[in-house]
């Protein structure tokens, strides 16, 4: 695979400016660079509950670089999915700074984030978030529809992000007709499809027995070291231990960063 002929700042500006497109064929290795790709800078997000607040996050600050792949672990409700939620532009901080490739994600309007997360973020969300009446291919290709990207080869790589999870054989079942598992899978196919830079993963083998587990981090690994920036939420400590970097968390905010380097 090539090294890409691009580095940080043009990364940067590829996804900084969202009236341009990141490289449509962006499959050549990213360099990892010590800047940051994602910062969170003292980010807070509180919910009201009933008369008084809950912190799901308090003060959260913490950089991953491009091309790093990142381990969020720490019991439930701890804060995991927040975080990821705000990295992805899903949700905003009620305090604090959220930058991706130094464009301010939580200044962004719904549209503007809209067109910016099919460029570069695949999300594979907790409980999955697929569509019901589509099923498992038309649920991989969607995010290609919406963003007109490879136009003559969106059913092609849709059906080939569902071999890649194992699941060629499942692609005209709906949702309904899948396992959990399955459909864990068809959410991991959907985040691949569009050949993202980033990916964010919560939980994404949370439903999957040993050997599909073990097919995922593969998967994982190869995505990371292909150059994409990985940051991944489990329980799983064999999951957990393929990335470079564990960040723990308790209550709302990040209490030890672990890195394998
Ligand atoms: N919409 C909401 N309204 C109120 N409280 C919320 C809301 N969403 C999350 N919380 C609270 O914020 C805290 C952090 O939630 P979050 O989903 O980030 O935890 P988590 O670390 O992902 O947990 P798990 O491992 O169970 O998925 C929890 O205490 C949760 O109850
Ligand atoms: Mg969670």
Same mark, same amino acid.
Request: hydrophobic fraction near 40%; glycine fraction near 8%.
């Given at each position: ?16 400016? @969202?009236? =341009? ?32 607040? &809950? ?10 670089? *491009? ?5 969020? /672990?720490?019991? =439930?409700? =701890? ?6 939620? #705000? ?5 905003? !901080?009620?305090?604090?700074? /959220? ?32 569509? !019901?009446? #589509? ?7 969607? !995010? ?6 490879? !136009? ?9 992000? &569902? ?26 196919? @959907? *985040? ?7 990916? #964010? ?13 073990? @097919?995922?981090?593969?998967? &994982? ?20 231990? *393929? ?12 209490? *030890? ?5």
């Amino acid at each position: 695979m090539p090294i890409c002929d691009f580095r940080f700042a043009e990364l940067q500006s590829k996804i900084g400016n @969202r009236k =341009s497109k990141i490289h449509p064929d962006y499959t050549c290795i990213l360099m990892p660079n010590q800047d940051a790709l994602i910062r969170l800078e003292n980010v807070t997000r509180q919910y009201a509950v009933g008369a008084r607040s &809950l912190f799901a996050l308090r003060g959260v600050s913490l950089d991953i670089r *491009a091309g790093e792949f990142v381990a969020l /672990v720490g019991p =439930s409700g =701890s804060g995991k999915s927040t975080l990821l939620n #705000l990295i992805g532009g899903i949700d905003k !901080p009620d305090e604090g700074m /959220v930058y991706v490739a130094d464009l301010p994600i939580n200044t962004q309007s719904e549209n503007e984030l809209a067109i910016w997360r099919g460029e570069t973020i695949g999300i594979v969300f907790q409980f999955f978030q697929l569509l !019901p009446t #589509l099923t498992a291919l038309e649920n991989v290709m969607l !995010p290609l529809e919406l963003r007109h990207s490879f !136009p003559n080869h969106q059913r092609e790589r849709a059906a080939d992000a &569902l071999e890649r999870v194992g699941l060629a054989e499942r692609a005209t079942q709906l949702p309904s007709e899948l396992s959990g598992g399955e459909q864990q899978r068809v959410a991991i196919a @959907r *985040a691949l499809a569009n050949d993202p830079p980033i990916l #964010l993963a919560d939980e994404p083998t949370g439903n999957l027995d040993s050997e599909n587990g073990q @097919r995922i981090l593969d998967l &994982l690994n190869d995505l990371h070291r292909g150059g994409k920036t990985v940051v991944l939420v489990t329980h799983d400590d064999a999951l957990a231990r *393929a990335a470079q970097k564990i960040v723990r968390m308790r209550d709302g905010q990040i209490i *030890a960063t672990e890195s394998a380097d």
